[in-house]
């Protein structure tokens, strides 16, 4: 893990040697993906079977893609009740922030005879991916189906892959609890393809969240414009901002959290101490010896991890808002008062007892977030993501009469005569109704 002394250049912060995912060359996988996702839209059930028997081994029959109410039962009977408590008190936290976000229609009526408004309506089904595989990852599918069942939504699907046929129960239980109205046991680019295009089985949706492999990702990318989707997410990445204050074994273990994800995961500090920067770096080595995926947490390190030792607090918010991580802890003797200048981040962790995995699992705040620099126009997953506007106009015979001729001049203007025609045809000798 590199340290890096950030000066600046120009009069802004260069922070040029901090190493950039680049941007690999997918086509060869986008290529598969194009193929997968056009069989399953016009072959269906067939197709779905016939990719999840080539990838994942398992033989389905039409009848075995949905996961049936039996099963669903059994697998919440399989779960240790301890954890079956704690994912219902998380549901609730992540349920009452969210509920925080719902959006009202409003209408404002004026006394000229104009009616001006704007219509929330909920989308009508939602697709939620979760991975499959050897892990399972209920915090996925709380946060997934959650905001989507506090919008509104009438039919929240979700579909995840099967080893040997069988899923995880503690993704099941955490999908029924969550208020799932349908599971299949399909996974990668086709169940992606499913919940696009619909196939006799597996509904079509208007929105699919959620995250997975490269192949789910690019195939997301491909049903785009069919379907709405959340976004096409990188790796990991924490970034945290600590002074002298902060204790380093903090500082280490909560870089080490995201570090542990994946190898392309950026782990960064931020600081204004030296001897904090040695310190958390001694912690990090300590924690190695002990950890489970310390191989995978040593590559992303190497690759994308940093200490950068700024001038102070000031320095470190701006190069914070120019990474725009996605997950941001402050760590400082005051971070309310640093939190006012930060301007780029997915999630904001405050003092040394907000965790980012407090965020993941329990807290409340959506872990769907942005990554790769998107937070400086993405926002985290909410309720809002599942809703859509529709503006409402209505005006009076009287109140269109008294603005005519301007919205005539203004039509004419853009060449749009027909535009023009359609305001004026209503004063040209008849007599208008309300």
């Known amino acids: 893990m590199k340290t890096i002394r950030v000066e600046r ?3 802004k912060l260069d922070l040029s040697a901090l190493k950039k995912r ?10 598969t993906v194009a193929e997968i996702v056009k069989e399953v839209r016009t072959k269906g059930d067939s197709a779905l079977i016939s990719y999840t028997e080539k990838f994942d081994g398992l033989k389905l029959k039409p009848d075995g893609i949905k996961v049936t109410e039996r099963e669903i039962k059994d697998a919440i009977r399989e779960v240790d009740p301890a954890l079956i408590k704690v994912l219902k008190k998380s549901l609730q936290n992540i349920r009452d922030f969210h509920e925080r976000q719902k959006r009202n229609s409003w209408f404002e009526t004026e006394e000229s005879g104009i009616i001006l408004g704007q219509k929330v309506t909920p989308l009508n089904r939602a697709g939620v991916y979760v991975p499959g595989g050897k892990a399972a990852y209920p915090s996925t599918v709380l946060m997934n189906i959650v905001p989507a069942s506090v919008a509104g939504v009438r039919e929240i699907i979700m579909t995840t892959p099967a ?3 069988r899923i995880n129960p503690v993704t099941l239980a955490a999908a029924h609890l969550a208020g799932a109205t349908g599971i299949y046991r399909v996974g990668g680019a086709q169940a ?3 919940m696009a295009f619909g196939t006799e089985t597996v509904p079509k949706v208007d929105k ?15 049903v785009y414009g069919f379907v709405s989707i959340d976004s096409i997410a990188g790796p990991s990445e924490i970034l945290v901002i600590a002074d002298e204050s902060a204790n380093p074994k903090f500082v280490a273990a909560d870089l080490l959290s995201q570090a542990e994800h994946d190898e392309m995961a950026s782990a960064v500090l931020i600081t204004t101490s030296e001897q904090l920067a040695e310190a958390v770096k001694k912690e990090i080595q300590e924690f190695l010896k002990k950890l489970e995926r310390r191989e995978i947490i040593e590559k992303s390190l190497n690759n994308y991890g940093a200490v950068l030792i700024v001038k102070d607090l000031s320095d470190a918010a701006e190069a914070a808002n120019e990474i725009a991580s996605e ?9 309310f008062e640093l939190m006012t200048k930060i301007r780029n981040a997915g999630a ?6 907000s965790s980012e995995p407090l965020g993941d699992y329990f807290a409340g705040p959506n872990h769907v977030l942005p990554t790769n620099g998107t937070a400086r126009f993405f926002s985290p997953l909410s309720v809002d993501d599942f809703i859509k506007k529709s503006s409402v106009v209505y005006y009076s015979e009287s109140a269109l009469k008294a603005a005519h001729k301007d919205i005539e001049l203004f039509a004419r203007a853009e060449g749009l005569t ?12 008849g007599k208008g109704k309300d």
């Open 9 to 11: 250049k120009e009069g």
């Open 418 to 429: 027909a535009h023009a025609n359609s305001i004026a045809v209503r004063f040209q000798g």
């Open 22 to 31: 680049n941007p690999a060359s997918y086509g060869k996988y986008e290529k």
């Open 163 to 165: 080893v040997n046929g």
């Open 327 to 335: 997950h941001l802890e402050i760590i400082t003797e005051n971070p």
């Open 208 to 222: 699919i969240v959620g995250p997975g492999n490269i192949f789910v990702a690019l195939a997301k990318k491909n």
């Open 192 to 194: 992606i393809a499913a």
């Open 348 to 353: 904001i962790f405050l003092g040394p007892y």
